[in-house]
C-alpha cells in the first residue's frame, strides 16, 4: 500500500504555477488599493486583505512544499493541522477537570491513531475509529472522574471536537489511499482540486461579496456573507472545478463541475455551522494563528464539511 | 551559560507548542522599564507563559519570584529554577523575620534595587479553588512602599489551569492568553488595603466574562 512518488508530476507543477499568478495578481491588486484607495494611511479592509493574501503565500509555500516531499509529508501536514484546529476547538469546549484525561485520549490516541490508519491504509477501522471508539471511550474516561456537572454537554462538545478535527479534517489525506484504476500514482491531484475548489469558493466568495454583496444572506450566523457572494462564489467554483477535469479521474467536465459544486455548498454551509458555534460560545475567530483568517479552523471550517463528501463520492463512483 | 539558554528555548517551544501563548498588552507596552509583573497562579507554568510573552531582551532583566520549598526540592528543579529561569526564591514558610536576610519583602527589594523586573503571584500559593482569585499577601503592598517608582503591572494567565490539572501529569494542549494591564503605582497616602484591594481589581478587570 505504501508506495513513493517517483516524479512531482507534470499537472502539479502547473498547478503550482497557476496558483502563483494568481497569488501575484492578488498581491498587485492589493498593492494598487493600498496606493489608490488607502493612499497609504491605515485601511481596515484593505490592510486585512493584505495580511490575508501573505497569510495565503505561506499556505500554498507550506503545501507546496508538502506536494513535493510526496506522501509521508502530506500525511504529516494534515496531522499537524488537525493538532492545531482540535486545540482550537477543544478551547471553546466547555469541559471540566474530570475530562482531563478524555481530552488526553484524543490528542495522544485518537489523533495519532487515526492518522496511522491513513498511512498504512486501513480503511475499516479508519471509518470507525472515532464515531464508534472515540464515541464509546471518550465519556468512559470523562465518567470515571465522577464528576457529573454538564455532563452530556462536556461529553457531546469532546465528541464534536475529535469529529470535526480529526476525523473529517483526516479524509483529505485519506484520499492517497483510494485505488483508482487508471489513477495510480496520481492521488495527490485529488488533493489539489479539493483545496483549489473548497478555499477557491472561499475566496471568490470573499471577493463577490466585496465587490456586489448587498443582500445579508445569514446576518445572524455570518455578518459578512451575503447572497450575491454565495452565488457568485460557488457558481465561479463550479466553473472552476469544471476547467479542473483533466487533473481528476473524473472525465467529463461537466463531472468535475458537478462534484466542484456539492464540495463548494458544503464548504458554504459548513461555514455556517462552524459560525453558529463561534456565536453560541461568543467568539469572533477560532485563534489567532494565520494572519488575517483568524485560527486554523478559520481557514479549515469548509475542507472539514466538504472532504469527507468529497472522498465518499470519489470511493463510490470511481474505486471498484 | 549556553545550557541553560538552550533548556530556556526548549521550555518555551513546548509551551507556544501546548498553549499557543498569545501575549495581550492591552494596558502598557513591553518596554525596557522596570515593572512587577503581578499574576494569577493557577499552575507552575504560569511565570513560563510570562517571560516567554516578553522580548528576549526583556526576559533576561525579568526575574519570577519563586517558592524555595518547591524549586530547592531536587537538583532538576534547582537548575530550572536558578540556572534557567534565574528565578528569586523566597522562604514562604514565614520563618524569615522581617528585615533579616530571608525576608522575602527584603530579598525583593534587593532585587529591584540591582535593576530587576520581578514576576510576583500575590495569591502565594496556586489557586486549586473555584473562586477566581485567593486573597492577596500583603508583600506586594511592602515591596510597593519600598520601591515608589517601580510600575506593577497586572496580568492574566487564562486558561493555563484546564492545561494541567493539579494531580494530572500530561499536559493538554489548549490555547492560553496572558493580558497585561494598565501599570499601578502606590499613592503617597494609599493604605495597605485600599493598595491590594486596587491591585485585586485591576487583575480581574482582564479577566474574561464568567460564562
Known sequence: MMHSYPAVLRETWLLFAAVFGVLVLASAVTALLRWRVAGGRPHAVIDNLGARVSAWWWMIGVLGVAFVLGRTAIIVLFYLLSFFALREFVTITTTRRGDHRAIVAAFFVFLPLQYVLVYIGWYGLFSILIPVYAFLILPILSALSEETTRFLERCAGVQWAVMVCVFCVSHVPALLTLPIPGFEDRNLLLIAFLVIVVQGSDVLQYVWGKLCGRRKIAPLLSPSKTVEGFVGGVASATALGASLWWITPYGSPWKAGLIALVIALMGFLGGLVMSAIKRDRGIKDWGHMIQGHGGMLDRLDSVVFAAPVFFHITRYWWVP | ?211
Not at chain 2, 142 to 148: I, M, S
Not at chain 2, 175 to 180: A, I, M, Q, S
Not at chain 2, 187 to 196: P, Q, R, S, T, V
Open chain 2, 1 to 211: 551559560m549556553w545550557f541553560s539558554k538552550l533548556v530556556a528555548r526548549a521550555i518555551i517551544l513546548f509551551a507556544r507548542l501546548l498553549t499557543g501563548m498569545q501575549a495581550r498588552w492591552n494596558g502598557c507596552l513591553p518596554a525596557a522599564v522596570q515593572r512587577v509583573y503581578f499574576a494569577n497562579h493557577s499552575s507552575h507554568g504560569d511565570f513560563v507563559l510570562i517571560w516567554g510573552c516578553l522580548p528576549p531582551d526583556l526576559r533576561r532583566l525579568t526575574r519570577p519570584v519563586a517558592g524555595a520549598d518547591y524549586w530547592n526540592r531536587s537538583a532538576v528543579r534547582r537548575f530550572i529554577g536558578r540556572d534557567v529561569f534565574n528565578a528569586l526564591l523566597i522562604d514562604r514558610s514565614g520563618g524569615g523575620h522581617e528585615g533579616g536576610a530571608t525576608d522575602p519583602v527584603a530579598l525583593m527589594k534587593a532585587a529591584v534595587l540591582r535593576g530587576d523586573s520581578l514576576i510576583l503571584f500575590p495569591e502565594g500559593t496556586r489557586n486549586t479553588t473555584d473562586a477566581r482569585l485567593l486573597p492577596f499577601k500583603s508583600g506586594i503592598y511592602h515591596l510597593a512602599r519600598v520601591c515608589g517608582n517601580v510600575e506593577f503591572v497586572p496580568v492574566w494567565i487564562d486558561n493555563l489551569n484546564r492545561v494541567m490539572p493539579k494531580g494530572e501529569v500530561v499536559p493538554v494542549p489548549l490555547l492560553c492568553t496572558v493580558t497585561f494591564g494598565k501599570p499601578l503605582t502606590l499613592g503617597a497616602e494609599e493604605a495597605k488595603d485600599d493598595f491590594l484591594a486596587r491591585c485585586r481589581a485591576g487583575l480581574l478587570a482582564l479577566a474574561p466574562a464568567l460564562e
